[in-house]
């Protein structure tokens, strides 16, 4: 077992996707799944989702109490019901994530910092396929309180490591059907570290 809280936000809308992304199926399985499969080895799951919704056994769902908030919101409630320490933190639109990414960015965590990203070639980091420590949790609170909704804001840079050499492959977001027809044609092959 992993010593990690995972945590899986999926109370967006959808809107961009046109339906429910989180019961698109990849490679014969929902993505919500998929995403869950990367986390399977993880002591405890989260799905933040509304409750009733998705049916993912083996895994506590936690409503988001700020609906509509976005992802931030989903990591408040995470870091909230987590054991205290290091929480996976991802989306239901990040099926690329294998348990191997996972064990990547945990073996890169440090003591006094508070997340650990990984470093997309191109984009920078990668706060949503994170980890974050519980400790953050005050501090997700009060931006949240204060209107903030974007998650690269969460933790401090001088407390975050930055994993690179990661492919880009493992970023790939399913937002729109065409992103998952994009991810569909990669296949299983690329989603090595």
Not at 19 to 46: I, T
Not at 51 to 60: D, H, Q, R, T
Not at 129 to 144: D, E, F, K, Q
Request: a negative charge.
């Amino acid at each position: 077992m992993l010593p990690l809280t995972a945590a899986i936000t999926a109370g967006g809308a959808s809107s961009r996707f046109g339906s429910d992304k989180a019961l698109a199926l990849w490679q014969g399985r929902p993505l919500l799944d998929q995403v869950a499969a990367g986390l399977a080895a993880c002591e405890r799951r989260l799905l933040i989702a509304p409750p009733g919704k998705y049916a993912l056994p083996g895994w506590e769902t936690w409503p988001d109490t700020r609906p509509g908030e976005g992802p931030l919101a989903g990591l408040e409630v995470a870091l909230t019901h987590a054991a205290p320490g290091w929480v996976a933190f991802t989306g239901v639109d990040n099926p690329a994530l294998t348990s191997d990414y996972w064990l990547t960015l945990l073996a890169a965590c440090r003591p006094g910092m508070s997340s650990v990203q990984a470093l997309h070639p191109e984009r920078g980091p990668q706060p949503l396929g994170a980890l974050y420590h519980t400790a953050l949790l005050p501090r997700v609170t009060g931006l949240l309180a204060a209107g903030e909704r974007r998650l690269r804001l969460t933790a401090p840079a001088e407390q975050t490591v930055l994993v690179t050499g990661l492919g880009a492959h493992f970023f790939q977001n399913v937002n729109r059907p065409a992103d998952l027809a994009e991810l569909s044609g990669r296949g299983e092959e690329s989603l090595e570290v």
